[in-house]
């Protein structure tokens, strides 16, 4: 059973930085691509960053967060982790952040992980 959760939201000021975790254990075959999205309170959901992993590994970033955010990946035996490091922080990037893989069996998304931006 493929399972994804997050960690490492939390409270920070303005100006701070925070890393997230997604820890994916379970068989996943064929990741097309990794990602991360958030959901503002009274907003629909966006994505934030990508990674593929389909032959070519291409980077997207939205427009409010690049230059901000990093996103990478390891693998070792207890899965794949997909980091979302975040930097230079704003309000603006309140809310509740989850990551998802795309893969030929389906996207599987966590259950996500709140942050809060506020002074």
């Known amino acids: 059973q493929v399972r994804l959760v997050e960690s490492g939201g939390g409270l920070v000021q303005p100006g701070g930085s925070l890393r997230l975790s997604c820890l994916a254990s379970?068989?996943?075959?064929?990741?097309?691509?990794m990602e991360w999205y958030r959901q503002a309170p009274g907003k629909q959901r966006e994505m934030v960053a990508r990674?593929?992993?389909?032959?070519?590994?291409?980077?997207?970033?939205a427009n409010s967060v690049k230059g901000r955010f990093d996103i990478s990946t390891v693998k070792d035996n207890a899965g794949i982790t997909i980091y979302l490091q975040m930097s230079s922080l704003k309000p603006e990037d309140t809310g509740v952040y989850y990551c998802a893989i795309e893969s030929t069996q389906g996207p599987f998304w966590g259950q996500g992980t709140q942050v809060t931006v506020w002074s």
């Open positions: 990674r593929t992993s389909d032959g070519y590994t291409n980077y997207y970033y």
């Open positions: 379970g068989s996943i075959f064929s990741i097309g691509a």
